[in-house]
């Protein structure tokens, strides 16, 4: 990155300071502020709205153009000609790879996919009736306590195999948790299968009977991992790093993006759109619904995004597959998927959202294929972890390898009580 361009920052007293401007491949440009602190002063940006926190070459995100890309590669190309465990590759590796690197991959990926006997006990320790994801956290956070052969987070090849063992094992682990609340017995990964048919399988087989995979739903499932693969850095990324910036193991690491994807701002949004239609319960009361919407009572779930203030290209194929995949069952009549349509329909007609530039996101349409395929609301955050563990292990690493790596270490405007001396507790008020 060259500094040709200065930004000039002059203080009410008189200092000034000059900051140089950086420009990336794509995006606007930046104010390198780290000068400042010369200053003695800080920048004040509550919820990093205006903050890039790190530099990456991942993933690029214009959000008024409604623009996502990985490694440079559209979005909508990823989803239509590419599959889940070469998007992987490419956000690992930083380029698509050839035939052979393919194949040695999807071998290597393939190789971890069970997990240690003993991890399956940890299952025990949870309730029945857990939310799936509290099962996520605890247990992919336990993963570090198996790995110590190969946790130096300094040497390549051990956040190599790191990365692979969390690409595998993630969803096997999440497969283990739907099974273990509905009271099935746990499934081995089948190698034969593919990434996505092997996620379905462990979820959807018993050991009674034979499982085939519908072509057309493993599909629509490695679409949905492929378009939440990465997301720059969103919350649960940046979390990810900040808890990898003190040189935290990568299970860990992962596991407290997990507990951020959680939040129904984030990664919970799929599961609010169905509780919220659940709770709609019927076409005939989205007019209603709507009006409380429009008075700030609660919000339209699955609708609006931070960065998407164009429609989101993610929706946009979701809403394809969307679908196909009813279509493909034989679910246009659904009564839950009429009054998404509907809601869909009324929200992209209203000024109200209009107005506020908000658009369906992926997470309305994504909400509403998983349904169809079978997979329980409350699993829906994990899926989502499912597909975001290779962004999280990527951006870990690219943060790891990068040599500007600092602990992160936020600043605050204090304001609380100033200096002020103890009291002793008889003479308080
Ligand atoms: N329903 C109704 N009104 C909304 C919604 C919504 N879903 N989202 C935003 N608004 C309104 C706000 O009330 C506000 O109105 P005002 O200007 O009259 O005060 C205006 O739009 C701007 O809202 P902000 O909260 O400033 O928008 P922000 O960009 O911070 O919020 C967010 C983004 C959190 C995603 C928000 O749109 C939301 O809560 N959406 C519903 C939850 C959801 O679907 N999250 C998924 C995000 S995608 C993902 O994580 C993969």
Not at 33 to 43: E, P, Q, V
Not at 395 to 410: A, F, L, Y
């Amino acid at each position: 990155m060259e500094n040709k361009r200065i930004a000039t920052l002059t203080l009410d007293d008189g200092r000034s300071i000059e900051l140089p401007i950086l420009s990336g491949t794509l995006g606007p440009d930046v104010i390198d502020i780290r000068a400042l602190s010369k200053l003695g002063m800080f920048t004040y940006d509550p919820a990093f709205l205006s903050t890039a926190s790190c530099s990456s070459s991942i993933t690029f995100i214009d959000g008024d153009a409604g623009q996502l890309y990985y490694r440079g590669y559209p979005i909508e190309q990823l989803a239509e000609r590419s599959n889940f465990l070469e998007v992987c590759y490419l956000l690992l590796h930083g380029e698509l790879p050839n035939a052979a690197q393919k194949v040695e991959f999807k071998g290597k990926v393939t190789q971890h996919t069970m997990v240690h006997d003993q991890l399956a006990r940890f299952f025990n320790g949870f309730r029945r009736d857990a939310h799936p994801m509290a099962v996520m956290v605890g247990v992919v956070g336990a993963l570090s306590a198996f790995y110590h052969d190969s946790l130096d987070i300094n040497n390549p090849a051990h956040r190599e195999i790191s990365a692979l063992r969390l690409l595998a094992k993630v969803p096997t682990i999440a497969a283990m948790t739907y099974k273990y609340y509905t009271g099935f017995p746990f499934m081995y990964p089948k190698n034969s299968f593919s990434y996505v048919e092997n996620l379905m399988y462990m979820m959807f087989a018993t050991p009674a009977e034979e499982y085939v995979p519908n072509p057309k739903l493993v599909r629509a499932l490695e679409r949905i991992l492929i378009l939440h693969a990465d997301h720059e850095q969103n919350a649960s990324t940046s979390t990810v790093r900040l808890a990898g910036s003190s040189g935290a193991n990568p299970f860990a690491c992962v596991s407290s993006g997990i507990a951020a994807l959680w939040g129904p701002a984030h990664g919970g949004a799929n599961e609010a759109v169905l509780k919220m239609l659940e709770e709609i319960g019927d076409v005939s009361r989205v007019a209603d619904f709507m009006k409380g919407v429009k008075d700030k009572k609660y919000r339209l779930m699955g609708f609006g995004h931070r960065v998407y203030k164009n429609m989101d290209p993610r929706a946009k194929v979701m809403r394809e597959t969307c679908y196909e995949v009813l279509q493909e069952l034989k679910l246009e009549n659904d009564p839950i998927f009429k009054m998404a349509l509907e809601l869909e329909q009324i929200a992209l007609r209203d000024e109200y959202f209009i107005e506020r530039k908000l658009y369906p996101n992926v997470d309305f349409y994504s909400g509403i294929v998983l349904r169809a395929l079978g997979i329980p609301t409350n699993m829906f955050t994990v899926i989502f972890a499912v597909a975001r563990t290779i962004g999280w292990v990527s951006q870990w690493n690219e943060m790891i390898s990068d040599s500007e790596r600092k602990i992160g270490r936020p600043r605050q405007l204090y304001q609380g009580a100033a200096k002020r001396d103890y009291v002793a507790l008889e003479q308080r008020k």
